[in-house]
């Protein structure tokens, strides 16, 4: 149901987690900001909107900007915000000293910092934010617009809170947790949907908590450090569960880590983390200070804790879904179990296709099947529960690729009729002709 890593196979990198990927290319891939996004919800929808030649972000992307899942009281990404925001600053609590920099300063009546929590920074960013700054690699395939959504050739929907690092540290914040919406282009099942939830955690340390002149044993401080915290989250949320950390990749951490936990007797990979790469720290304008970073996938976290089997379901309005969590953003020790309510019946269609052909060349073909989950987003949006490739092959003669999918329809909240998934099957097929230029067979 839920991917069991979320780093090392390409559709694992979805929604409901992380989103850097070892792989379609071989390495891990995978935003500037303005603040109180509810003020100007609108004008960030309209500049979503803006024409250009390379915006390739739908309506229904955008009628998601401002929806906020992760700010609702009560809604399970908002459940298991809380609890890590919580547990974080308990820790930072204990273990984290106020540096007093100035003897005569007015310092506040506590001796510890704490977290600064942003959960209201814009979506979009800059190319630069999520990407250059972040070391990702120019021809990196997280970058291209089959993954990504752009508004134009600067700015992009956010595709992790990452985008918001540099940000933040030159702005001088030196601890925080940053959660927002991400959005990626992507398959669709029933733990991949485009728009899915992120928290970042970031500690840029005081030289005076590291060894100076020995990058060896400050990395270990930091590394330790890191991982006593994230070590003391996982028992938070999940109980005492077995966990282990393996070796990760991440083009802006080095070394870099995953965490597993065993939870109900399935190894999860729940975050990935790292001590950040001199060079991202320098691209933030504090050259020379160090510190950790991690990121953890909300949805993921919410799907595995309350055991959600599918990842439309936190977009619903249905009562059934929302009773079930009253309360417990304030009751942080409650575990509850989803129960399941009954599902309105599974309508399917099939349609298959000659993909199109590059340049009158058969064999090379421009079709992305990205772009095709997306006109199916499109054209049907949250009625698809799952579309599987079910059959493809190449005609040796002509050398031409055909595709077969299965589009499995269900409404959350009602039946459909077979008229109405008729018609959206009718008006699917012309625009996949239209927009993509497919043949049908
Ligand atoms: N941004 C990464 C992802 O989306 C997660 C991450 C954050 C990894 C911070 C390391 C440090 O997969």
Same mark, same amino acid.
């Given at each position: 149901?839920?991917?069991?890593?979320?780093?090392?196979?390409?559709?694992?990198?979805?929604?409901?987690?992380?989103?850097?990927?070892?792989?379609?290319?071989?390495?891990?891939?995978?935003?500037?900001?303005?603040?109180?996004?509810?003020?100007?919800?609108?004008?960030?929808?309209?500049?979503?909107?803006?024409?250009?030649?390379?915006?390739?972000?739908?309506?229904?992307?955008?009628?998601?900007?401002?929806?906020?899942?992760?700010?609702?009281?009560?809604?399970?990404?908002?459940?298991?915000?809380?609890? &890590?925001?919580?547990?974080?600053?308990?820790?930072?609590?204990?273990?984290?000293?106020?540096?007093?920099?100035?003897?005569?300063?007015?310092?506040?009546?506590?001796?510890?910092?704490?977290?600064?929590?942003?959960?209201?920074?814009?979506?979009?960013?800059?190319?630069?934010?999520?990407? +250059?700054?972040?070391?990702? @690699?120019?021809?990196?395939?997280?970058?291209?617009?089959?993954?990504?959504?752009?508004?134009?050739?600067?700015?992009?929907?956010?595709?992790?809170?990452?985008?918001?690092?540099?940000?933040?540290?030159?702005?001088?914040?030196?601890?925080?947790?940053?959660?927002?919406?991400?959005?990626?282009?992507?398959?669709?099942?029933?733990? *991949?949907?485009? !728009?899915?939830?992120?928290?970042?955690?970031?500690?840029?340390?005081?030289?005076?908590?590291? !060894?100076?002149?020995?990058?060896?044993?400050?990395?270990?401080?930091?590394?330790?450090?890191?991982?006593?915290?994230?070590?003391?989250?996982?028992?938070?949320?999940?109980?005492?569960?077995?966990?282990?950390?393996?070796? +990760?990749?991440?083009?802006?951490?080095?070394?870099?880590?995953?965490?597993?936990?065993?939870?109900?007797?399935?190894?999860?990979? !729940?975050?990935?983390?790292? #001590?950040?790469?001199?060079?991202?720290?320098?691209?933030?304008? $504090?050259?020379?200070?160090?510190?950790?970073?991690?990121?953890?996938?909300?949805?993921?976290?919410?799907?595995?804790?309350? =055991? &959600?089997?599918?990842? $439309?379901?936190?977009?619903?309005?249905?009562? $059934?879904?929302?009773?079930?969590?009253?309360?417990?953003?304030?009751? *942080? =020790?409650?575990?509850?179990?989803?129960?399941?309510?009954?599902?309105?019946?599974?309508?399917?269609?099939?349609?298959?296709?000659?993909?199109?052909?590059?340049?009158?060349?058969?064999?090379?073909?421009?079709?992305?099947?990205? +772009?095709?989950?997306? #006109?199916?987003?499109? !054209?049907?949006?949250?009625? #698809?529960?799952?579309? =599987?490739?079910?059959?493809?092959?190449?005609?040796? @003669?002509?050398?031409?690729?055909?595709?077969?999918?299965? &589009?499995?329809?269900? *409404?959350? +909240?009602?039946?459909?009729?077979?008229?109405? #998934?008729?018609?959206? =099957?009718?008006?699917?097929?012309?625009?996949?002709?239209?927009?993509?230029?497919?043949?049908?067979?």
């Amino acid at each position: 149901m839920i991917p069991p890593s979320l780093f090392n196979q390409t559709r694992l990198l979805n929604v409901s987690s992380l989103r850097f990927i070892r792989d379609r290319s071989g390495v891990a891939y995978f935003s500037s900001s303005s603040f109180n996004l509810d003020s100007n919800i609108d004008s960030l929808k309209n500049k979503a909107r803006a024409p250009h030649a390379h915006n390739n972000t739908p309506e229904s992307i955008v009628s998601k900007i401002g929806r906020n899942l992760h700010r609702q009281p009560d809604h399970p990404l908002n459940i298991v915000k809380q609890r &890590i925001e919580d547990y974080c600053q308990s820790y930072a609590m204990k273990k984290y000293k106020k540096i007093k920099t100035n003897e005569n300063s007015c310092e506040s009546d506590s001796n510890t910092i704490k977290f600064q929590i942003f959960d209201d920074m814009s979506p979009i960013v800059t190319k630069k934010r999520c990407f +250059d700054d972040l070391l990702v @690699k120019p021809d990196h395939v997280s970058r291209s617009p089959s993954d990504t959504y752009y508004l134009n050739d600067e700015l992009l929907m956010r595709t992790h809170t990452s985008a918001h690092q540099t940000e933040l540290i030159s702005r001088g914040v030196n601890l925080f947790l940053c959660s927002g919406d991400c959005y990626r282009r992507d398959e669709i099942d029933s733990s *991949h949907y485009p !728009v899915f939830h992120q928290m970042e955690g970031v500690k840029i340390f005081h030289e005076s908590e590291l !060894v100076p002149n020995d990058e060896e044993r400050s990395n270990a401080i930091i590394e330790e450090d890191l991982k006593e915290l994230l070590t003391g989250l996982a028992v938070h949320l999940f109980g005492k569960v077995e966990m282990k950390w393996s070796a +990760d990749y991440f083009p802006f951490t080095d070394p870099s880590f995953e965490l597993e936990v065993n939870f109900r007797d399935q190894w999860l990979e !729940v975050l990935g983390c790292g #001590v950040i790469e001199p060079q991202v720290i320098f691209n933030a304008g $504090r050259e020379g200070s160090k510190g950790w970073a991690f990121g953890l996938g909300l949805e993921r976290l919410a799907m595995i804790l309350f =055991q &959600i089997p599918d990842i $439309r379901l936190f977009w619903t309005d249905d009562k $059934r879904f929302h009773n079930q969590f009253v309360g417990l953003s304030k009751d *942080h =020790q409650k575990l509850v179990t989803f129960v399941p309510y009954s599902k309105y019946p599974l309508c399917y269609k099939d349609v298959s296709f000659w993909l199109p052909s590059a340049g009158g060349n058969p064999s090379v073909s421009t079709y992305h099947s990205n +772009d095709f989950y997306e #006109v199916i987003r499109d !054209v049907a949006g949250d009625l #698809v529960e799952e579309v =599987q490739l079910f059959d493809e092959f190449t005609n040796k @003669k002509t050398g031409r690729t055909s595709h077969a999918y299965r &589009i499995n329809y269900r *409404h959350m +909240d009602r039946s459909l009729t077979n008229a109405e #998934v008729d018609e959206i =099957q009718f008006k699917l097929r012309h625009e996949l002709v239209t927009r993509l230029g497919v043949e049908l067979r």
